[in-house]
């Protein structure tokens, strides 16, 4: 059921006193007539007082909030509060968004996605009630880039930051930097040019995990001496369906110093290659990362990757085999190509019939059982199936005749190879 509406919308403590109201947790009451909503083994939440008692972990998503309400109310019921979940509201003023956190004062993380932030500008002391944020959702909120800058200049401890589907094309440049971003998600953007890539390294010189997926990048185009210089902290990068179509680029993340684990699938480059060659080839030009896709890269593994880049590229010629080739070509030397070896089961064998003092050479279907052998035996000893018993007589192996008594079993599963005997002996009455 949709959330009632008036021509000023709903208000935060509206929606978290209707929420948590003893009318909606009727076996839950504290004293009087408050309820307790107490997350284990977290600790005891705000002070009951006449009505509420919140979690520390407060959802209050898709409420149709536009207003913050009375801040001695939230100040009252949300000191403890600790996660804010306020997405796919109708927040659309930063004034109303800051009455609300301003009045929260252990508040960490906050999600505003999916609000109507678009050419919403902020004043910088809105910006400062979030200032003890550290986790920061605006994903589908088409904030603008300015209002992202001055939101990292004004919280001087985010870490983490989420920028999803707010199609952005370009990012503005900025004298001012975010020393303690640790994480930045910005997938499902237009991304596609380097240039507004490495601004990111300028403005978050501790980032160690870059999320862009989807933004359809087409190269990196820095050379090794500024990858190093603008992302030295950077351990993880995710590129899903990026528009790479050159081995040059995927060399180039070997040149971020700490990276050690890539995220790249859907990209032209790959498109022609199995599975199997994707991952081996992408592995051999990443030497010194340890996951890739998510999966751990073992030592095993890594070496059967770059002796496969080794011989995947003894046909290329001289010009155009990639660096990485010489390298590993001095790690293993040059190696030949695997020889090809068929695994499908014999589908026949030449084989002896000794018969009393008679041998004969014979052909033999090695799907078919034990029965029907005999009856193929029945022309060549003139013996019924009844009245014989057979042997199997392995030329390479010291043990001695070995009956084949059981009618329904298969011959190949003796293993029989070409020039091995098989013994027919009548049954005595």
């Known amino acids: 059921m949709e959330p009632p509406e008036d021509k000023y919308g709903r208000t935060f403590v509206e929606v978290m006193s209707e929420k948590y109201s003893p009318e909606n947790f009727p076996l839950r009451r504290g004293p009087g007539m408050a309820v307790v909503v107490v997350p284990t083994p977290a600790p005891q939440g705000s002070p009951v007082k006449d009505r509420l008692n919140l979690p520390i972990v407060l959802v209050l998503n898709s409420c149709g909030i536009s207003r913050a309400g009375d801040r001695a109310e939230i100040a009252a019921f949300c000191a403890h509060v600790i996660e804010l979940d306020l997405s796919h509201n109708n927040l659309q003023d930063w004034h109303e968004i800051n009455k609300i956190v301003s009045n929260i004062p252990n508040l960490e993380f906050l999600n505003l996605s999916s609000n109507p932030l678009a050419e919403m500008t902020i004043q910088p002391r809105c910006a400062e009630g979030l200032s003890r944020v550290r986790r920061l959702v605006l994903n589908n909120t088409r904030v603008s880039w300015d209002t992202v800058m001055l939101l990292t200049t004004e919280i001087p401890e985010l870490e983490q930051l989420f920028l999803c589907l707010n199609e952005y094309s370009g990012v503005s440049a900025s004298s001012m930097v ?88 859907g990209i032209p480059l790959l498109q022609t290659y199995t599975n199997t060659e994707r991952r081996s080839l992408m592995i051999a030009q990443l030497p010194s990362i340890s996951q890739l896709n998510g999966s751990v890269v073992t030592d095993c593994e890594r070496e059967d990757a770059e002796r496969f880049f080794i011989r995947y590229h003894l046909d290329y010629p001289e010009e155009e085999l990639p660096y990485r080739y010489h390298s590993l070509v001095t790690k293993y030397g040059k190696l030949e190509p695997l020889a090809e070896i068929d695994l499908r089961p014999r589908f026949r064998a030449q084989v002896e019939v000794h018969c009393e003092e008679k041998v004969e050479q014979l052909s033999i279907r090695l799907d078919q059982t034990v029965a029907e052998l005999k009856k193929q035996l029945t022309t060549v000893v003139q013996l019924s199936t009844n009245s014989m018993r057979i042997y199997y007589i392995d030329k390479c192996s010291a043990f001695g005749p070995e009956e084949m008594k059981y009618n329904t079993r298969a011959l190949h599963s003796y293993s029989i190879q070409d020039g091995d005997e098989i013994l027919v002996v009548p049954k005595t009455k």
């Open 178 to 265: 975010c020393p303690t971003l640790r994480l930045l998600h910005i997938t499902d953007n237009s991304l596609q040019d380097w240039a507004e890539v490495r601004k990111f390294g300028t403005m978050f010189p501790s980032l160690e995990t870059l999320v862009m997926a989807n933004n359809n990048l087409v190269s990196i185009d820095d050379n090794k001496d500024i990858l190093q210089r603008l992302f030295p902290n950077l351990r993880s990068i995710n590129l899903h369906n990026s528009g790479f179509n050159r081995w040059e680029d995927i060399e180039k993340l070997n040149f971020f110093p700490k990276l050690e684990e890539v995220r790249l699938q």
